[in-house]
């Protein structure tokens, strides 16, 4: 099975992170988890997720938060200044990173090789080693340094994934949306789930004949 980094910044958007964190560990795969200090804090908003920053401490809180029922040696947290950990070296192998959310101030940093921490030294390594690496902003509106630095992401290999649902699946609740946009980080990543659901065409009795071919 694979091993995959997972961070987690200052963005809103934590649910999504909830969700591929569940599927990776379900898939079968390790997990290396490194959260910023705002990605703590946006945590304990959004999900009332409680983290110390004392990693040891902090693994179960987080694999009972993922709701998965993997044993805590899938899971391996790294504190975000242990720039010493083996994620911040090119000779530790591991398949791809997503970091989800990403804020626009870690977007700038990765862009512009500033890796004043583990995490945007990860995903440095990505970069470097040509691994795959999945970026999942979120902000509105976005500045046109945000679109600069999503195009240098861009052009040194990464992808951008905006954590932006669709809607033509036709959700019934928030789950659906959050499952849209961690079942399209998880394909990104070449990770199989369920949560992907592929786009098939509009069910026949979902639109009138006189509407046919109108799109
Ligand atoms: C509740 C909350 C929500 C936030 N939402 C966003 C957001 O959606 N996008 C963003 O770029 N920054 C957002 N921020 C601001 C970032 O957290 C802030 O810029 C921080 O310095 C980013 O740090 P990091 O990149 O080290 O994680 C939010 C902050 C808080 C507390």
Not at 17 to 29: D, I, S
Not at 89 to 98: E, H, L, R, T
Not at 102 to 111: D, F, K, N, P, Q
Request: a negative charge; glycine letters at 10%.
């Amino acid at each position: 099975m694979g091993v995959y980094v997972l961070g987690i910044a200052g963005a809103s958007g934590a649910p999504y992170a909830r969700r591929v964190l569940e599927q990776m560990l379900v898939a079968g795969h390790d997990v290396k988890v490194v959260i910023t200090d705002a990605g703590r804090k946006v945590l304990e908003v959004e999900e009332n997720l409680v983290l110390t920053g004392n990693t040891e401490a902090d693994t179960p809180v987080l694999l009972e938060w993922s709701q998965s029922e993997q044993s805590t040696d899938s899971v391996e947290m790294y504190h975000h200044k242990d720039v010493a950990s083996p994620i911040a070296s090119g000779s530790f192998p591991f398949d791809g990173m997503v970091v989800v959310p990403c804020s626009g101030g870690t977007l700038g940093r990765i862009a512009h090789g500033i890796s004043s921490g583990l995490l945007e030294r990860a995903a440095d390594v990505c970069l470097k080693e040509r691994r795959r690496l999945v970026l999942v902003p979120r902000e509105m509106p976005i500045s046109l340094i945000h679109l600069r630095n999503m195009t240098s992401v861009t052009e040194a290999g990464a992808i951008v994934l905006p954590a932006s649902p669709g809607f033509y699946h036709n959700p019934t609740g928030i789950d659906d949306l959050i499952d849209m946009v961690a079942g399209r980080i998880l394909a990104s990543l070449g990770i199989e789930s369920l949560v992907m659901k592929p786009w098939f065409g509009p069910e026949p009795s979902s639109y009138s004949d006189s509407e046919e071919g109108i799109h």
